[in-house]
């Protein structure tokens, strides 16, 4: 069958990798792709949020399966829209996706089904806000309600940090209207954790955890950004927890939504805490892959990618089997200088082609790359690449990551040095 991805960053580049490798792929499309995601797909001029323009072209050229990438058009409801005009569509609906575009609805339904989770409150007005903030010790978070592209939550060490981050969000408003609510909530201390979930209404199928590093700079210094590396599996952290989190967070989550009318079919992805004495708690949860957690995640899934969509499309989850393999994967993210805040663009990338070359098994997704008319790649965006190695071991595949990074070259390129040392303590 014919397949549409949406979406244009190191996520879609990992979904359309994937995707090409099984034999039910006939001709992949993405709406609207990257430089790189052209090597594995057909670019479409489209863009994530052009609904009737994307229905359109799937109908056209009869694709058989659609599957969305970035949590903006699912929470817009886009998925609607594929199933109104009769599509198969991978993603959850715009009620389903609520759990991601609403922190306060999230947080409520977990304090209403008993799902571990940070205690909170929630506030529409700055000044009770930055009241109650005042009575709370610090570290505490500061969460913007709505989508902010990674970027909505500060945790604050200082009071001080605190209220800039609330007038930030509810005064200036840097998130717009996503900052018209806030959730301010208890610090937790402890390992980070992501378990991303096939889910078809109450049927949860887990993938292999991974570990994001969020903080743009060594040692999780610095403001958050979407995402500067991640890695799995996880070692240091028993297995035994893993699937705690999913009885008692990742399962009762997806019963939850049925319950609420809001059932849930797609990727649930949960964002955990580990505490110190072993006990995890939700963070956050999406609802679509995350990035670049998926750079890491796929590339260990040994089943067929599209088998997987259609069986839950098609309410048929609980049925297949899903084998992942026993490989480490580690993704070094190469931003631009200056991310998360303003960077340059346009910026060539040298070294990508001899990187093919020397390493063919290598994985480097694109998340911000165009092509210079004269064939060349160069920066589009503030996370530019993801470069994956892959090994026996965290060791091994973290070693390979680095290697292949310290090939590829732009001015200004930014990337930690320590993505997944957390495993090797």
Same mark, same amino acid.
């Given at each position: ?26 001709? #992949?499309?993405?709406?609207?792709? $990257? ?6 797909? !057909?670019? =479409?001029? #489209? ?19 659609? /599957? ?26 715009? $009620? ?20 571990? +989770? *940070? ?11 930055? !009241? ?7 570290? &505490? ?8 592209? @990674?970027?909505?939550?500060?945790? *604050? ?10 007038? $930030? ?14 959730? %301010? ?15 078809? @209404? ?38 035994? #927890? ?15 939504? =049925? ?23 939700? %963070? ?11 750079? =890491? ?10 088998? %997987?969509?259609? *069986?839950?499309?098609?309410? +048929?989850?609980?049925?297949?089997? &899903? ?6 994967? /580690?993704?070094? /993210? ?10 340059? +663009? ?22 911000? +790359? ?13 996370? =530019? ?8 071991? #965290? ?31």
């Amino acid at each position: 069958m014919d397949i549409l991805v949406v979406g244009g960053g190191g996520r879609e580049h990992a979904i359309c990798w994937a995707l090409s490798k099984s034999p039910k792929a006939n001709t #992949i499309y993405c709406a609207p792709g $990257n430089a790189g995601i052209a090597e594995v797909a !057909t670019l =479409v001029p #489209i863009q994530v949020k052009e609904f009737d323009k994307l229905v359109e072209f799937a109908q056209q050229k009869k694709v058989g399966l659609v /599957v969305i990438g970035p949590d903006d058009p699912l929470v817009e409801g886009i998925v609607d829209h594929f199933e109104a005009a009769g599509i198969p569509v991978f993603g959850p609906r715009k $009620n389903a996706a609520y759990i991601e575009g609403s922190k306060t609805f999230m947080k409520d339904l977990l304090k209403k089904y008993n799902i571990p +989770t *940070a205690a909170y409150e929630k506030f529409d007005r700055y000044e009770e806000a930055l !009241t109650y903030l005042r009575t709370r010790p610090v570290p &505490i978070v500061i969460k913007a309600d709505g989508l902010a592209a @990674g970027k909505g939550v500060t945790v *604050a060490f200082t009071i001080e940090e605190a209220e800039q981050a609330l007038s $930030n969000i509810m005064i200036d408003k840097v998130f717009g209207e996503s900052g018209s609510q806030v959730v %301010i909530e208890e610090f937790l201390e402890g390992q980070e954790m992501s378990i991303l979930a096939f889910v078809d @209404g109450e049927t949860v199928r887990p993938m292999v955890a991974a570990q994001d590093h969020k903080q743009v700079y060594d040692e999780d210094k610095g403001p958050n950004t979407g995402g500067m590396g991640t890695y799995s599996p996880l070692p240091h952290i028993a297995d035994s #927890i893993i699937e705690e989190a999913v009885k008692t967070i990742i399962e009762p989550t997806a019963k939850a939504m =049925v319950a609420e009318g809001r059932p849930f079919r797609g990727v649930l992805f949960a964002g955990l805490m580990i505490s110190p004495d072993g006990t995890p708690k939700t %963070i956050e949860f999406n609802a679509r892959f995350g990035d670049p957690e998926t750079q =890491v995640v796929l590339p260990r899934l040994q089943s067929d990618l599209v088998e %997987i969509f259609l *069986a839950a499309i098609n309410g +048929t989850l609980d049925q297949i089997e &899903i084998k992942w393999s026993n490989e480490a994967a /580690v993704c070094v /993210v190469l931003a631009s200088g200056g991310y998360p805040a303003s960077y340059p +663009t346009g910026v060539p990338i040298k070294g990508l082609e001899a990187v093919k070359a020397a390493h063919p098994s290598s994985l480097v997704f694109h998340a911000g +790359t165009a092509k210079h008319e004269a064939g060349e790649f160069v920066t589009n965006g503030g996370r =530019v690449l993801g470069v994956v190695g892959l090994g026996e071991d #965290i060791i091994a595949a973290r070693e390979q990551a680095y290697k292949i990074a310290k090939e590829i070259d732009f001015e200004g390129k930014h990337q930690r040095s320590d993505i997944a040392l957390k495993a090797l303590v």
